[in-house]
């Protein structure tokens, strides 16, 4: 199965506290929890079958360029951000605690 990751739209749905999008009729989301400037990114749940095909990726994406947009620091609890944190250098400056 092919996905094109620019078709998909990310929800912030704020009530549940997540980035969500919807692929052939699944979830994959990336929950937070957000305190004053800061937000904490919890869990990123891609579902059984989509894995690898780089949708946790752009959640994780979305997420950290959502939190720079609105001058958030980020604190990375989730192992899936965290490790995206490692190769995308752009976003380190936004995360809490950062000493160049």
């Known amino acids: 199965m092919s996905i094109n990751l620019d078709a ?3 929800r912030n749905n ?3 506290k997540r ?5 052939n009729g699944r979830l994959a989301l990336l929950e ?6 800061n ?14 095909m780089g949708i946790g990726a752009k959640l ?4 950290l ?7 958030l620091k980020v604190i990375p609890i989730c192992p899936f951000v965290t490790n995206y ?7 380190h400056p936004i995360v809490f605690g950062y000493k160049k």
């Open 14 to 16: 704020e009530a549940e």
């Open 32 to 37: 937070y929890i957000r305190a004053g400037q």
């Open 39 to 52: 937000i904490t990114y919890t869990h990123t749940e891609v579902p059984v079958g989509l894995e690898g």
């Open 60 to 63: 994780a994406r979305h997420a």
């Open 19 to 23: 980035f969500e999008v919807e692929v």
């Open 8 to 10: 998909l739209a990310i």
């Open 85 to 91: 944190l490692r190769t995308h250098p752009e976003f």
């Open 65 to 71: 360029e959502f939190a720079r947009d609105n001058d």
